[in-house]
């Protein structure tokens, strides 16, 4: 049983992936599907809703940490989701290159919070196959567009 438990998130967080993956195949291979559906515009739009998505998976950590009354975690949190959403407001051209650089910058808030014990010990090795792909695909559409 408790295999099964530590297989799930690995299952689940690679298919998190495949859009990624899907994004930088399509950029190389043509198919005839809508322009959003393909290559850097899909990967760029998922990207978005998944950094996003790991800023609540911070927020949880954090209300974790120290009771949930650690400041600092808070602004660990909250910050990624902020500097984003100000690359979209302002730098809206250069979202792919922020992307990229902000996925692996996730990692040194996922070592915040696994330093002080709040993410399962699964967390870190996962995370960074996760962030390699996803930099990885990110990096290839972004350099041979």
Same mark, same amino acid.
């Given at each position: 049983?408790?295999?099964?438990?530590?297989?799930?998130?690995?299952?689940?967080?690679?298919?998190?992936?495949?859009?990624?993956?899907?994004?930088?195949?399509?950029?190389?291979?043509?198919?005839?599907?809508?322009?959003?559906?393909?290559?850097?515009?899909?990967?760029?739009?998922?990207?978005?809703?998944?950094?996003?998505?790991?800023?609540?998976?911070?927020?949880?950590?954090?209300?974790?940490?120290?009771?949930?009354?650690?400041?600092?975690?808070?602004?660990?949190?909250?910050?990624?989701?902020?500097?984003?959403?100000?690359?979209?407001?302002?730098?809206?051209?250069?979202?792919?290159?922020?992307?990229?650089?902000?996925?692996? #910058?996730?990692?040194?808030?996922?070592?915040?919070?696994?330093?002080?014990?709040?993410?399962?010990?699964?967390?870190?090795?996962?995370?960074?196959?996760?962030?390699?792909?996803?930099?990885?695909?990110?990096?290839? #559409?972004?350099?041979?567009?």
């Amino acid at each position: 049983m408790g295999e099964m438990r530590l297989i799930k998130p690995y299952l689940f967080g690679f298919a998190g992936t495949l859009p990624f993956l899907w994004g930088l195949l399509s950029h190389f291979v043509p198919f005839r599907l809508p322009e959003h559906l393909m290559g850097e515009n899909l990967q760029i739009t998922y990207g978005i809703v998944i950094f996003a998505y790991m800023s609540g998976t911070h927020w949880n950590f954090a209300a974790l940490l120290n009771g949930g009354e650690s400041t600092s975690a808070y602004i660990y949190a909250v910050v990624p989701a902020l500097f984003l959403f100000a690359v979209m407001l302002f730098a809206r051209n250069h979202v792919h290159l922020c992307l990229i650089i902000a996925f692996p #910058t996730l990692l040194c808030v996922d070592r915040y919070f696994a330093n002080r014990g709040v993410t399962p010990h699964w967390w870190m090795n996962l995370r960074l196959w996760l962030s390699g792909i996803v930099t990885l695909s990110l990096l290839v #559409t972004f350099f041979t567009s």
